[in-house]
């Protein structure tokens, strides 16, 4: 079984940072402590969810493939090949984790619903289903 999967930024992964971040200032807001305190933990939580918000829209990885029992994944144009050794399937979620077959480093993939089309999600869910990860 091969696929191909062309990856898009997840709004729904958008929505649930902005929410969860939104929340959290909301939080912090209603704690009696002076304003220097409240600065500093406004930014423990702006900080990490801008860091989170650019990686998402400048993803590294564009591209997932599946051939010849070998995974791949595609950044800035060059294919790279990578081993599977951890993959949790829910209905709306994939998280793939990786290693770099070159460089041994790696790679974590969030793949939601919609960050591709709705039969290459279902695609890789049966192929994770049908072919588990060795590790």
Known sequence: ????????????????????????LYAIARIPLASPYLFFLALTVLLPAYYQWQTMQHRSISRLSYRHEQWAIERGGEPEPVELYQATVWQFLVALNFRSSVSGKKKRL?????SCGGDEFRQLKVLLRHFPVLV
Not at 10 to 21: G, H, I, M, N, P
Request: no cysteine.
């Open 1 to 24: 079984m091969a696929i191909e999967i062309v990856l898009r930024p997840s709004r729904r992964l958008a929505l649930y940072l902005l929410l969860v971040t939104l929340l959290a």
């Open 110 to 114: 969030l793949v939601l619903s919609d």
